[in-house]
Nanobody, 121 residues
Framework: QVQLVESGGGSVQAGGSLRLSCAASGDTARRYYIAWFRQAPWKECEGVATIERRGYTRYTDSVKGRFTVSRDNAKNTVYLQMNSLKPEDNAMYSC???????????????WGQGIQVTVSS
């Protein structure tokens, strides 16, 4: 089974950028559907972006045009490039993987530990 570890989070001012990484081990990431989720305090878990095994991507409406999900198969890593960050992007971000396509629903079987993204106004 695959293990996932996120990195790249931190604090940034509104309008800034961060790139999150989701490094996979124990299996080949390209065999999985991989998604990014976020959860802010007092809010439900929200699907942010997904990347399918063949590279097709999907995004929630609030991040379209600002976030880009990609994968580097040689590094067994999936990235989430976040540009034009807003205070409402503040959340704990997690990547998740599964052999099944759950889209932006938080039903994936394998999850990373999560990483904090803080955007100040």
């Amino acid at each position: 089974q695959v293990q996932l570890v996120e990195s790249g989070g931190g604090s940034v001012q509104a309008g800034g950028s961060l790139r999150l990484s989701c490094a996979a081990s124990g299996d080949t990431a390209r065999r999985y559907y991989i998604a990014w989720f976020r959860q802010a305090p007092w809010k439900e878990c929200e699907g942010v972006a997904t990347i399918e095994r063949r590279g097709y991507t999907r995004y929630t409406d609030s991040v379209k045009g600002r976030f880009t999900v990609s994968r580097d198969n040689a590094k067994n890593t999936v990235y989430l490039q976040m540009n034009s960050l807003k205070p409402e992007d503040n959340a704990m971000y997690s990547c998740a993987a599964d052999w099944r396509d759950f889209g932006l629903r938080p039903l994936y079987n394998y999850w990373g530990q999560g990483i904090q993204v803080t955007v100040s106004s």
